[in-house]
């Protein structure tokens, strides 16, 4: 079992950056691949960004591309995303996300909490 807990929502201006954390606990979860997932008030939830468990490969949504940056500390067994130059169609509950590996249409099998990110225009 892996337990994820997310940190560093609130809210920003159009614009503005915030820095969202997640960390990973339990058997093996050093290992497994993560990332974030973001639902928006009557949407669905999507996928943002991911990395693998070497923290080698990054995968990011192309309307994050540029903006967005997720990183792993593997020593914390962390993983955070980075997000600049936000905008108000950012706002979301964002979610972070882990499981064995990453792969195309990545449905992840653990899931943290959810912290709100709201951006104000």
């Known amino acids: 079992q892996v337990q994820l807990v997310e940190s560093g929502g609130g809210l920003v201006q159009a614009g503005g950056s915030l820095r969202l954390s997640c960390a990973a606990s339990?058997?093996?979860?050093?290992?497994?691949?993560m990332g974030w997932f973001r639902q928006a008030p009557g949407k669905e939830r999507e996928f943002v960004a991911g990395?693998?468990?070497?923290?080698?490969?990054?995968y990011s949504a192309d309307s994050v591309k540029g903006r967005f940056t997720i990183s792993r500390d593997s020593a914390k067994n962390t993983v955070y995303l980075q997000m600049n130059s936000l905008k108000p169609e950012d706002t979301a509950v964002y979610y972070c996300?882990?499981?064995?590996?990453?792969?195309?249409?990545?449905?992840?099998?653990?899931w943290g909490q959810g912290t709100q990110v709201t951006v104000s225009s």
């Open positions: 996300a882990a499981d064995i590996s990453y792969s195309t249409n990545w449905s992840p099998n653990y």
């Open positions: 339990g058997r093996a979860s050093s290992f497994y691949a």
């Open positions: 990395v693998n468990w070497r923290g080698i490969n990054t």
